[in-house]
Every structure is written in C-alpha cells, then in structure tokens.
C-alpha cells in the first residue's frame, strides 16, 4: 500500500468510504508524520490532535452506521492560520492576536467540515500575510522541505510545506499577490489562486477583528494540493455565493469544453523583458512549450499588446496602498513594519529592477488617502481587467514564470535576492510575475515542472479566463499529463506495510 501521507485526498476518502482503511488510521499517519517532521519545517504551527481525534473517530462511527458526511469523510486536512476557526487559535502570525480564538468558522472552513473534512490543524505563515516568506514573531519560520535552508515562500509557506511534505494531503491559503502560487512553485506542489470574488473571504484576516472590510479587490482564496483531482474538488466545495458576503456574486461553476491538448491555443512567455529569470527556470519553461508543440499543441510565445510592466506594478501598488490602509490598526509596530518594506524595497537590488518594485511611490496614497483617488484607481483597474480579458480572449491558457527565481535562502524581511549575479527588489522577484493577475482578477493555477541543478522546485503559472477555473483545471490536467506529476522531496516518503 502506498504511504498514505502522500495518498491524495479524493483517494483518501474513497478508501475510508470502502472501508479500506478507517479515519482513525488516516489520521494517525499524518500524525506520525507531523512528529517526525514538523519540528525542523514548522509548517504546521497549532495542531488540534485531541479534537482530530475525536472527529475520526465519530466519522469511523457514522460510517459503520451508513452515514456519509460528504465528499471528504473522515479525511484529515490544514487550514492556513489566517482563516478563523471555531475554537482553535487563530492568530495570523500577528502578536496582538496570540490568544485569539474564534467562535465561527470562516465560511470556506464550515464549508470544507460540512463536507466531512477533518481540521487537523493550522499552518504556519508571514505576519499578516505581509511577506514572500513565512516568518512572524510567533512561531519559528517555515523552511522548505527540498532544503531547509531555503524559505518555503509566504504568505502561505506553511501550507505549501506541509502540503509538499505529507503532513496534510490539502490546504486552504489566500493570494492578494502571489501568497499562494509563489510558495506552491518554491515547494513543487500545486496551487490554485481562484478569480476575484469567487469564494467567499468571511472570517479572514489580515482585516484583524474589529476593523472595517477592506480588502474587496484582488484578495482571494484558495487551496494546495498535490493533484489537480484534489485542487479541483476543493475548489469546488468551496466557491460560491455566501449569505455574509453578499459580493460574491451566484455565478455557477463553469462546464469544461473537453478540449484535448491538439485543440488548445497556448500562449507561452518565459520572462518579462523587464524582470529577467533565473536560467534554469527560462530553460525549464522553453523545454516545456517545445514539448507540449511536439505532443500536438498549437502553442505560441505572446505577449499582450500595451502590456506595460511598470505602469502595472504601479497600478497594483496604489490599489494595494487603498484597500490595506484601513484593514490594520495604525500604531507604531505596524507603521515601523510598513516603513521597513518601503525602505528596503526603495534602497535594495539593481537600480533598474528597483524602479518597478519602489513602494515608496505609495506613499502619497498611504499618508493622504483620498476617496477621489481610491475610485481613480477603481477606474484604471476596470480598464486593465478590459484590456487583458480582450488579449486572452483567443488562446486558451496564457503559460508563464511564477517568480523570477526558485526559493532562496532564508534572509530577513523584504531583503534583495541575488541569483546569478542580479540584485532583485524583494517584491520583485517574487511579485512582478503574480501581481498583474490579481490586479486583472484572472484565474491561475500553479503546476510542478522540474527541479533545479541544486535540487529545488521550479513551477509553473497557467493564466485562464474569469470565471472559468473548471476549464482552466482541466486544460492543467492535460498539460499536466504531458509534463509530468508531483515528487515528494526527499526523506519524507516511506512505504507503509
């Protein structure tokens, strides 16, 4: 019997509903695992066992009565520590909310218990989700499980790891500039980063409790996993319209057109002209267009007309500023958290490479907000999501890098990354490939596609059109199928007897 770590979740539950092998055992696997592994990744950072336990057994129960609970029955799952969860800690990373413990469910955790899921416990991440690492005054920081001295990325690293792993077989993270899809490429597992408003952001912070809702653009919610069967079932369960949010509009899922992969229109970049990537993730991405047009593909590399990077990154950098403004209280650790970023983003890597990344051009929205400015931006953000909706409008799926580098080296907050003799802006190099997608609200997926010479993980970014991520999984799934699936990092994987 394979390992039932890294036993995907829709198989899991088939086989506790076949009476294969019971809840109780699932859970212990992962249990097992977590003690063997946890203490050097610290990707899960309060773990639910007595209650976890409980709910196996219950399930284990319920089944031997004939009872299903849904399509996760008995499975154990994590939840991103950013998600409220009814009477479990919940503390985003953020010191003021080290004992907070929440009396509701955000609506994607009581959507994924209707369904039978176990919460087994809460992953590690970036205060606040304010980095590309996951590291906070709480817990110890996240380190990747391909190499420990590496970050798993942030905000969500914490669940990219566990996930990568075998510690949790799925994972709920949220994205407003990359936080899910960054650390799924630096921890080789799969991500979805969902369009704008699809799932519901009820009980999430970094609106910290008691603050007003903010983050109404280009925050979403999403999930890890180490199968798109699991990506998309998840997603499924998940998406929809929820009676405390009523901007999430009632849209249906969308039917897959079934195309096969000498149907697809693909267009394929491999870096921006103004943020150049590491080699080996250039090399990677240009084997795989050449592989996916020898499989039958009609594939082509394109880049959209007007795509102007810099007017981009600024236009998300003032949405960002507005929509984050409120969502903090404004005291002295957070301004001095702030200040720190803009700094080093202002001062650090290549003096080109730092004009996209400057966030100290925010700062007049930052010290003077203004109502009048706030719908500017409004305005000048419906107009990009017109621009790349009409551009997409003939391929099928858009390919392109995930960050300019692979998992660097652990480095305090919003340092520069140097790789092969370049000095990238901390944002930069992690954002300058996912910020145009959340500011343009389009679905994507991250998918595995190789290693790097050292052994890392290199992903890769699958743009679709809004509202259309049933479509966009299934066009992964077959370039998935060409490309390759998932690999454990070593020394995490043994055979169960």
């Known amino acids: 019997m394979s390992d039932l770590v890294f036993t995907p979740a829709h198989q899991l539950a088939q086989m506790i509903r076949d009476r294969v092998v019971s809840a109780v055992e699932v859970l212990d696997a992962h249990l097992v695992q977590i003690a063997k592994h946890n203490s050097k990744l610290n990707a899960i950072c309060t773990l639910d066992e007595?209650?976890?336990?409980?709910?196996?057994?219950?399930?284990?129960?319920?089944?031997?009565?004939?009872?299903?609970?849904?399509?996760?029955?008995g499975v154990p799952i994590t939840i991103k520590d950013i998600f409220e969860t009814a009477g479990l800690r919940t503390t985003a990373g953020y010191i003021p909310l080290k004992d907070y413990v929440p009396q509701q469910d955000a609506t994607v955790v009581a959507r994924l218990r209707a369904v039978g899921a176990v919460i087994l416990g809460k992953t590690n991440m970036a205060e606040l989700a304010g980095d590309f690492q996951s590291t906070n005054s709480l817990f110890p920081r996240v380190n990747n499980p391909w190499n420990l001295d590496y970050t798993a990325g942030g905000s969500s690293g914490g669940s990219a790891a566990a996930v990568a792993a075998g510690l949790s077989p799925l994972d709920i993270g949220n994205d407003i500039a990359?936080?899910?899809?960054?650390?799924?490429?630096?921890?080789?597992?799969?991500?979805?980063?969902?369009?704008?408003?699809?799932?519901?952001?009820?009980?999430?912070?970094?609106?910290?409790?008691?603050?007003?809702?903010?983050?109404?653009q280009m925050m979403t919610v999403g999930c890890f996993a180490r199968s798109l069967e699991d990506i998309r079932l998840c997603f499924s369960l998940i998406a929809g319209a929820d009676l405390r949010r009523p901007d999430v509009p009632p849209i249906s899922l969308d039917i897959p057109s079934g195309k096969t992969l000498r149907e697809l229109k693909i267009a394929w970049i491999d870096e921006w002209t103004e943020v150049p990537v590491a080699v080996e993730i250039r090399d990677t991405i240009q084997a795989i267009a050449q592989k996916l047009s020898q499989a039958g593909a009609q594939i082509e590399r394109w880049l959209p007309r007007n795509f102007e990077l810099s007017k981009i990154l600024n236009l998300y950098g003032r949405m960002a500023a507005?929509?984050?403004?409120?969502?903090?209280?404004?005291?002295?650790?957070?301004?001095?958290?702030?200040?720190?970023?803009?700094?080093?983003?202002?001062?650090?890597?290549?003096?080109?490479?730092?004009?996209?990344?400057?966030?100290?051009?925010?700062?007049?929205?930052?010290?003077?907000?203004?109502?009048?400015?706030?719908?500017?931006?409004?305005?000048?953000?419906?107009?990009?999501?017109?621009?790349?909706?009409?551009?997409?409008?003939?391929?099928?799926v858009w390919l392109t890098p995930v960050a300019a580098t692979p998992a660097f080296t652990h480095r305090p907050a919003w340092n520069a990354i140097d790789i092969e003799g370049k000095s990238y802006p901390h944002g930069v190099a992690n954002g300058a490939y996912t910020m145009p997608f959340n500011l343009s609200s389009h679905p994507a997926v991250v998918i595995p596609i190789g290693q790097t010479q050292n052994g890392l993980p290199i992903g890769l970014q699958i743009i679709g059109k809004r509202w259309r991520e049933?479509?966009?999984?299934?066009?992964?799934?077959?370039?998935?199928?060409?490309?390759?699936?998932?690999?454990?990092?070593?020394?995490?994987?043994?055979?169960?007897?």
């Open 50 to 73: 007595e209650r976890a336990r409980q709910q196996a057994k219950q399930a284990d129960e319920a089944l031997a009565k004939g009872e299903i609970w849904g399509v996760l029955h």
């Open 178 to 216: 990359g936080s899910i899809r960054q650390p799924a490429h630096f921890c080789g597992v799969y991500g979805l980063k969902p369009t704008d408003r699809r799932i519901s952001t009820v009980g999430m912070i970094p609106e910290v409790p008691g603050m007003p809702y903010c983050l109404r």
């Open 322 to 396: 507005y929509i984050n403004i409120y969502a903090q209280p404004i005291n002295r650790y957070n301004l001095r958290r702030s200040w720190q970023q803009i700094f080093r983003t202002a001062t650090q890597g290549d003096k080109e490479l730092r004009k996209l990344g400057d966030f100290s051009r925010l700062l007049p929205e930052l010290l003077n907000p203004r109502l009048k400015g706030y719908f500017e931006t409004l305005t000048e953000r419906d107009r990009f999501i017109a621009q790349i909706d009409e551009a997409l409008e003939p391929w099928d």
């Open 470 to 497: 049933m479509e966009l999984l299934a066009i992964a799934q077959e370039l998935n199928r060409a490309i390759g699936e998932f690999k454990s990092p070593l020394g995490y994987y043994t055979v169960s007897l």
